[in-house]
């Protein structure tokens, strides 16, 4: 497809579990972001990418959070021993270059639930 | 640190009604960008603003990057059902605009 993907669409997990969310940006897209979005909340920026590098890691909440991209295209957020405040949907974007304020094209989430 | 703010939260208007939603800071921002999420979807840019006064429309929206360059408005004619959803404001936490700030949205209901 042309668009940002995000899989799993859903996923329930059981408090202490990890989880792993993948995000596959469009084509050619330098930067990718990710952001999570609790119920009823706007989005809060965890972390960005500029290639398979991530110069901004400020959002990311604990060290229970990591992320990594490869080849400069896939990305997955992983999330270690999870908790029930961590349920929320994680969005990812991705844009054609790093600082690309209007060019940032949003996946449909992954939302997470913890049991 | 930076933080947006909406107003209001939540709207019901009837199909037809002109829409009227602001976003504030409590900061300086360079840019203004307006999103709409719809259920179960992620954001989608609506309009972006890059300089203090702009007046942009695209359609039946118009957004307005406040002179103050703290503020930004949104304004939608003429509403049709398909408007509902969440609008969120946002803009860049740095200069080089590589890490974003979201306001907490705008929900948007049209009766019929």
């Known amino acids: 497809g042309a668009g940002v993907s995000q899989s799993p669409s859903n996923k329930v997990t059981e408090k202490g579990k990890d989880v792993e969310l993948r995000c596959d940006p469009i084509?050619?897209?330098?930067?990718l972001y990710w952001y999570r979005q609790s119920l009823g909340q706007g989005l809060e920026f965890l972390i960005y990418f500029q290639g398979n590098s991530a110069p901004d890691k400020s959002g990311l909440p604990s060290d229970r959070f990591s992320a990594e991209r490869t080849g400069g295209s896939v990305s997955t957020l992983t999330i270690q021993r999870t908790q029930q405040e961590d349920s929320a949907v994680y969005l990812c974007?991705?844009?054609?270059?790093?600082?690309?304020?209007?060019?940032?094209?949003f996946g449909p989430g992954t939302r997470l639930t913890v049991l | 640190g930076q933080q947006l703010n909406q107003s209001p939260q939540s709207m019901f208007i009837q199909e037809g009604e002109d829409v009227s939603m602001n976003c504030t800071s409590s900061?300086?921002?360079?840019?203004w960008l307006w999103y709409k999420q719809d259920p179960g979807e992620g954001p989608v840019l609506l309009i972006a603003l890059y300089k203090a006064g702009e007046l942009t429309s695209n359609g039946r929206l118009t957004a307005q990057f406040g002179i103050t360059r703290k503020d930004s408005f949104l304004n939608i004619s003429a509403s049709i059902p398909s408007d509902v959803g969440i609008y969120f404001c946002a803009g860049p936490k740095d200069n080089y605009g590589q890490n974003f700030v979201f306001g907490p949205g705008t929900r948007l209901s049209v009766l019929p």
């Open positions: 900061s300086i921002f360079n840019t």
């Open positions: 974007a991705s844009s054609l270059v790093a600082g690309g304020l209007d060019t940032q094209y």
């Open positions: 084509s050619g897209h330098t930067a």
